[in-house]
């Protein structure tokens, strides 16, 4: 099955700076990648998500990068503020094959002041 | 709310009592998604349904674990005689296609 490894597991920054957090995923056939933010005591968010038929997402201080061939997906936060702190997850899925994700073991991201 | 909606939001239980939790889907979605999640990691699939049809039980998923969407609406969760190990955050999940849209989640404890 599909395994999924996320990096760094914590991750800090200062305000304003970037916070870029990278993935791998084992199955060639994976073409579906949420990003998820989650909060303390609450359910993961959707952020951003891209395709395999796209290299590159933007959606305002948040990017993510697509490397199909090396198997590689990061998210890309600029201009950080203290609310993105929070954890975050990348997941792979293979569209039409029960469409159920695969998540990394998740990223802290701690935006310092 | 047009959200996917969870309930309880927390639950602690006696080790060996049976649980119940309830998912309510985002409406115009036919696929519902259990996963588990514990601390520290993300959430692992459990199950998942195509409007009333369960599709797919992850092995996580022992036999002490069902769970039912009667109408194709609403799915509950049950888990007969808990134990400890079971001890964790249940995510329900619905999606139109690929898009996964998360509940809050019910908060399992087992003493």
């Known amino acids: 099955g599909e395994n999924v490894e996320q990096h760094p597991s914590t991750l800090s920054v200062q305000e304003g700076d970037s916070a870029v957090i990278k993935c791998t995923y084992s199955d060639s056939a994976s073409n579906y990648f949420p990003w998820y933010k989650q909060e303390l005591g609450k359910g993961p968010q959707l952020i951003i998500d891209i395709r395999s038929n796209v290299g590159e997402k933007k959606d305002q201080r948040i990017a993510v990068t697509l490397n199909k061939t090396a198997k590689h997906f990061s998210l890309h936060i600029t201009e950080t503020q203290p609310e993105d702190s929070a954890v975050y997850f990348c997941?792979?899925?293979?569209?039409?094959?029960?469409?159920?994700?695969?998540f990394g073991t998740g990223t802290q991201l701690k935006v310092e002041l | 709310d047009t959200g996917v909606s969870q309930d309880p939001r927390h639950k602690i239980t006696k080790r060996g009592q049976n649980v119940t939790f309830r998912c309510d889907p985002i409406s115009e979605h036919n696929r519902l998604y259990w996963y588990r999640q514990t601390l520290g990691q993300g959430p692992e699939f459990l199950t998942y349904?195509?409007?009333?049809?369960?599709?797919?039980k992850s092995r996580l998923l022992s036999n002490r674990f069902s769970a039912e969407r009667p109408k194709g609406s609403f799915s509950t969760l049950e888990i007969q005689r808990t134990e400890q190990g079971d001890s964790a955050m249940y995510l329900c999940?619905?999606?139109?296609?690929?898009?996964?849209?998360f509940g809050q989640g019910t908060r399992l404890t087992v003493v």
């Open positions: 997941a792979a899925l293979i569209t039409g094959g029960g469409n159920k994700l695969t």
């Open positions: 349904f195509q409007n009333e049809a369960q599709l797919e």
């Open positions: 999940a619905s999606t139109p296609d690929s898009k996964a849209f």
